[in-house]
Every structure is written in C-alpha cells, then in structure tokens.
C-alpha cells in the first residue's frame, strides 16, 4: 500500500502522489450538484422533496475533479428493537450514467455512507446485493445471514380526491371565463374571476399532491381491518374453531410490555420507558412512509402479532417507483401454526399495493424463507447483507 511504503521512509517518495479519494459532502450541496450534473431521472422537485426527507437521504459520490459520478440513497427505519434503535437500508447504488464512470468506487462510496449511518447513531446498515457483488462486500466487513424474498404488486391507481376533483374544476372554470373574456368582449370583473379561480386550481392541486405523498400509506391503514385464522389445535374449516382478530396500526396508547414481548420473539427487545416509546412511534410515522401493525383478538386481549412497513421511493425511478420494506414479522408462540402469520404478510403486501407500492421485498434467515414462499413471495437472486456497530 502506498500509505505504509512512505512511512517506513519518509525522506524517499516510493510511490506516485495518491489521488485524493472519492467522498461525500454535506448532503444539500451533493443534491445541488446533481441538479447540475444534468442527471435527467434526478428533476429539481424530486430532489427538493428528498432534501425535505427526513428518513431517506441521497448521496452523491464526487470523483477527485469534484465532480459527481455516482448516487445512493439510505432509508433510516426507527425501530423499537434495542431500546430504540435505527437501522440503515442502503437501497440504491449506481453510477451516474451521464457522467464519465471510470473513477466509481463503491467499495470507497460504501465505507462512506456506512460512517454516514453510524453517525446518525443506526446500529447496523443492511443491503441487498446481486450474488457477483457479494465478495466486495464481505472484505468490508458485512456479513451473510439473510436471504431476500419479493413479490410484484399492482400498485392501486391513486384515486381522484377531492382536491384533485377541485383542482381540475377550478381549471376548467377559469379557462372558460378567460375564452368568454376574449371573445364576447365581457367586463374586466370576468377576468378577475378567471385569475381568482385559476389561483385556486393551482391551490388545490399543490394541496393535494402534498396530501398524497404523505398520506397514503397513512390512509391504507387508517380503519383496523379484520382476519380469521384458525384456533390453536382447532380442526381446520369449523366456523368454531375460528378467531377473529384485529389488524391496526400500533399507537402510543398500547401497552408497549405487549408489543416489545412480541419483538423478543424475533430479537433483542428489552423494555423501555413510555416516554421513549412514544417518542420513538412518533419518528416512525413522522415520516408518512412507515407504519407498524399489530394484531388483536377482535374481543380484547393482548396483542398476538406484528408486522412493519417501510415505504422507499426509488430515486433512479425518477422517485416514481415505490418499494415496500417488510420488517419485523412476528407470530406470539401461542398462535403459531393457525395461518395468522400467512394472513398478516397478505395484508401487508395488501396494504403496500394500496400505498401505490410496485414491490415489496424483505430478508429472512434460510429457515424462514419456505414461510414467505407459502405466502406467495418469491426468492430473489440478491443476497441480504448486514454490517453491526
Ligand atoms: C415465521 C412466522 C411468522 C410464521 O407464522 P405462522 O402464523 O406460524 O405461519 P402460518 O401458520 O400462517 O403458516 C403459513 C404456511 O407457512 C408454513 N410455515 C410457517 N412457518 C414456517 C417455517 N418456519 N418454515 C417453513 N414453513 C413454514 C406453514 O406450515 C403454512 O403452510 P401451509 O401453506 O401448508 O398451510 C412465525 O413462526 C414467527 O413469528 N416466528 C418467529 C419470528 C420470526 O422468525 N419472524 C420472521 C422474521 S423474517
């Protein structure tokens, strides 16, 4: 190595000058200059709604000119795990197309944007990676425990609300009152009319799509849905050996004893106060891209199940494409074995494709992964990658 020649002779320079490396700058000075990279999948709005994202960060590699030449983006996933811990996916590394590549280092790039998710205090940072990357990544210290599974949805098309249905009438109005002005001649007071409503339209739209960004995945799981699986030891088809549970959105109301007892099942979940609770709940739906369901007996009773959704949009889409995280599934002990965990995972992918979701994906341990198969998911080539701190 270069380094180590020149300090073991400091006076003789065995090796040509080394180019500074690649790096990454503050992140609203990387998103400026990708604007001026002229990176076409990357338009101005994009990036400033990203830049206003609390959750999900771009970076951009800048080569040794200081010019950029390759992107990624990390998905932060507040969990309750640990006390309350988060968790870093790197979701999307690639080169910038329009940009001379040669200088893409993605083992530099990672190791980067891995001191990036330590400092935002992540205690691991997980990938998936095709299966020829997968060497370059165990040198720099990830591990291979999980296999990633996924499924195509049909994104639900986004319905016309009322906004939208305000937005298109206030066009329409004005414009009509603007070629009514024009040609018969009408007051000046018509054009005003026409100015006031055309300001409204544009009112409306912006309203609405600010709405749908946000709100969607909210929306999908705003009314407690309802499954039936089978009792314990029940015999399978009896409308008595049924049980009806209620699937919803967990709330800093719930006992958070229940809902980390069912987090023991699947990890390190020790007990926290409510104030951290509630203060963590509070940064996983702060976002409107992340929601954790719980599921009930519809009688009352402790919560028997758990299941998370974390929404990416996927930059190199344009932000177009929306990709579903499924993490932390659980099934308590008690109900295994019932078709509780099948129906939760339906409901989740259910929920995603209303969310507008194209995919959804999600890493399992080998043994896991004949479960998601039953539920209709298919294993995927990429191999799922951890680094711990
Ligand atoms: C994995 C888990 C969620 C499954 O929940 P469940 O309610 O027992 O699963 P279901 O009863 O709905 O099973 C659905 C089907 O998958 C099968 N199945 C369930 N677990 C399986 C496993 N580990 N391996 C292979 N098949 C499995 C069932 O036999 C059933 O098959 P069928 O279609 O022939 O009826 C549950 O065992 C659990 O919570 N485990 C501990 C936490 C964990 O590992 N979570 C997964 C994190 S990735």
């Keep these: 190595m270069g380094f180590a020649s020149r300090a073991l002779e400091p006076t003789v320079e065995v090796n040509p000058p080394v180019a500074p490396p690649p790096r990454i700058s503050a992140r609203d000075r990387l998103l400026r200059r990708a604007v ?65 590549s040669s200088s893409f280092a993605s083992p530099e790039f990672l190791l980067q944007l891995v001191e990036e998710a330590r400092r935002e205090g992540c205690y691991k940072v997980i990938t998936d990676v095709k ?28 319905r016309l609300p009322h906004l939208a249905a305000a937005a298109l009438a206030g066009t329409v109005a004005a414009g009509s009152l603007m070629l009514a002005g024009v040609y018969l001649g009408l007051p ?53 050996d049924t049980t009806t549970l209620t699937v919803r959105r967990l709330c800093a109301s719930d006992s958070h004893a229940a809902y980390l007892e069912l987090l023991a099942q699947l990890s390190v979940a020790p007990s926290m106060t409510s104030e951290r609770f509630a203060e963590q709940l509070e940064r996983v739906e702060g976002s409107g891209a ?18 998370t959704i974390v929404i990416e949009r996927r930059v190199l889409e344009r932000g177009q494409l929306l990709v579903a995280h ?64």
């Design 36 to 100: 001026k990279a002229d990176d076409r999948r990357l338009t101005p709005e994009l990036l400033a709604s990203l830049a206003a994202d609390r959750m999900q960060h771009v970076y951009v590699l800048l080569d040794a000119s200081g010019g950029p030449c390759a992107l990624a983006t990390m998905l932060l996933e507040p969990k309750l795990l640990r006390g309350g811990t988060t968790v870093a996916h790197v979701c999307e590394m690639s080169a910038i197309p329009t940009l001379a």
């Design 131 to 158: 299966p020829a990357s997968v060497d370059a990544f165990l040198k720099l210290g990830f591990r291979q425990a999980q296999m990633a599974v996924e499924k195509e949805l049909v994104p639900a098309p986004q």
């Design 290 to 307: 992340h929601v954790i369901l719980v599921a009930e007996p519809a009688d009352g009773g402790p919560l028997v199940a758990c299941g």
């Design 326 to 389: 499924i993490e932390d599934i659980v099934v308590d002990k008690s109900l295994r074995g019932c078709g509780l965990g099948r129906a939760l995972i339906q409901h989740l992918l259910a929920v995603a494709a209303e969310a507008g979701c194209a995919r959804a994906t999600l890493n399992c341990t080998p043994e896991n992964a004949a479960f998601y198969q039953r539920c209709g998911m298919r294993l995927s080539d990429a191999a799922g990658l951890a680094l711990y701190f």
């Design 188 to 240: 000046a007071r018509v054009h005003s009319a026409a100015i006031a409503c055309s300001w409204l339209a544009f009112a409306a739209s912006a309203a609405n799509a600010a709405r749908l960004r946000a709100n969607r995945l909210l929306e999908a799981t705003s009314v407690p849905h309802r499954i039936r699986v089978g009792s314990p030891g029940g015999q399978a088809g009896t409308e008595e």
